[in-house]
Structures are given as structure tokens and as C-alpha cells.
């Protein structure tokens, strides 16, 4: 079965870093680009940026772009999304998808962040 | 504010049809960019609903339908069962100086009365 798998809920202060992180298996994980998508309650999705695993190729929204970091091992399969300095304002659920002939075909459960003081 | 208009909300009785609009403009759907859907159930992930337009995955009953015309999509659903209650997403792309952008639609939500 293919499916991607994300890490856990993060409570998290405002300034504090976190990495998140989404695992691809049941299919060749380099042979498709994955995506991140934010989802607020008033911003609906977001698309945040892509990435291919087999070369790290990323491209981000420029809504995201400097904000987040988007990262890959393809040697373990997963993708990760980044922040160095979380704000209030990045409190969402984060979703990675597989990008299939310009479709997002497969999600991620999604990984809630939660940052408050 | 999302370059891919949808409607905030949508609703119909059991076993009726709805449709669900995605505007968008020249860079985008008009530009020939397919637009696919997504079906988004209570405190769940994104689903792909259709795809390339008109498409159905493996799985999606045909009572789901996706159209696309000029700069605009739509997606039917026909013989509306409770369980279609979600909010519905279309996506497509949109011309940048790099390339091109993934765009989400705002979403819609369906209510079955």
C-alpha cells in the first residue's frame, strides 16, 4: 500500500525550531516530487513548496519561500519541513502529499503544530 | 485570499445534484492547466476526488463528475448521500517567471440537508 506517514503533534513556544518530517513507503520514493500544504481554519490550503527526493530539487510558494525549509533523505525515504524561529501565526496542520501527473494522489495524516507561549 | 474562487458553501437534499464552482483566470485554468478536486471528510487528510479535469481514481463512485471550460472547472455531484458532507478543494497551477505555482482553491462546504 503506499502511503506517507508524518510525525507526531508539536507543542511549541514562540523562537523555538522544529522539524517535522513526512515517510513514504510501498512505492520508489525518488520517482515523485512531495509536497507541504499548511491548512488554517480561515486560510483553507496553503501550498507551501515541493521537493524532489532523488535530488533535493525544492521550490517554494513565495509566501513560504525564506520562512520554511524543505528537506529530504531519500536514503530513508522521508521528507522534512523546517522552521528556525516558530511564531504564533505558524499554529496549523501540515500536510505532505505525492505529486502524480500534477495531482496530489496520496496525503500524509497530517502533522498539527501548535506554538503558544 | 485564494486565486482559485469557490463558493464558501454549497448544500442539497439527499439524492439531489450540486455543483461546486473554481474560477480562476488566464494564468491558470485558462492558461491550460488541468484542475483536480479534493474531498476533505470531518478532521481527515485530503482525499483526490478527480483528477485532469474529469478523471475518477480507483474507488470514486461515478456520482462524482469534474467539468473544465475557459477559466473555470466544475465538479457534480449527483445523488447526494449524507456522507458526501466535506469541504471540497480544487487545484490547479498558475504561470510564474519560474515556472509555474501550485494553487489551491479556497474550498467549499458541503452540507446535505
Known amino acids: 500500500e503506499v502511503q506517507l506517514v508524518q510525525s507526531r503533534a508539536e507543542v511549541k513556544k514562540p523562537g523555538e525550531s522544529l522539524k517535522i518530517s513526512c515517510t513514504g513507503s510501498g512505492y520508489s520514493f525518488t520517482s515523485n516530487w512531495i509536497g507541504w500544504a499548511r491548512q488554517t481554519p480561515g486560510q483553507g490550503l496553503e501550498w507551501m513548496g515541493i521537493?524532489?527526493?532523488?535530488?533535493?530539487?525544492?521550490k517554494y510558494s513565495p509566501s513560504f519561500q525564506g520562512q520554511v525549509t524543505i528537506s529530504a533523505d531519500h536514503a530513508i525515504s522521508t521528507t522534512y519541513l523546517q522552521w528556525s524561529s516558530l511564531k504564533a501565526s505558524d499554529t496549523a496542520m501540515y500536510y505532505c502529499?505525492?505529486?502524480?501527473?500534477?495531482?496530489?494522489?496520496?496525503w500524509g495524516q497530517g502533522t498539527m503544530v501548535n506554538v503558544s507561549s | 485570499q485564494s486565486v482559485l474562487t469557490q463558493p464558501p458553501s454549497v448544500s442539497g437534499a439527499p439524492g439531489q445534484r450540486v455543483t461546486i464552482s473554481c474560477t480562476g483566470s488566464?494564468?491558470?485554468?485558462?492558461?491550460?492547466?488541468?484542475v483536480h478536486w479534493y474531498q476533505q471528510l470531518p478532521g481527515t487528510a485530503p482525499k483526490l476526488l478527480i483528477y485532469r479535469n474529469n478523471n475518477r481514481p480507483s474507488g470514486v463512485p461515478d456520482r462524482f463528475s469534474g467539468s473544465k471550460s475557459g477559466t473555470s472547472a466544475s465538479l457534480a455531484i449527483t445523488g447526494l448521500q449524507a456522507e458526501d458532507e466535506a469541504v471540497y478543494f480544487c487545484?490547479?497551477?498558475?504561470?510564474?517567471?519560474?515556472?509555474?505555482?501550485?494553487?489551491f482553491g479556497g474550498g467549499t462546504k458541503l452540507t446535505v440537508l
Open positions: 487545484q490547479s497551477y498558475d504561470n510564474t517567471l519560474s515556472g509555474s505555482d501550485v494553487l
Open positions: 521537493i524532489y527526493p532523488a535530488d533535493s530539487e525544492t
Open positions: 502529499a505525492r505529486l502524480s501527473a500534477k495531482a496530489f494522489d496520496v
Open positions: 488566464s494564468s491558470n485554468i485558462g492558461a491550460g492547466y488541468n
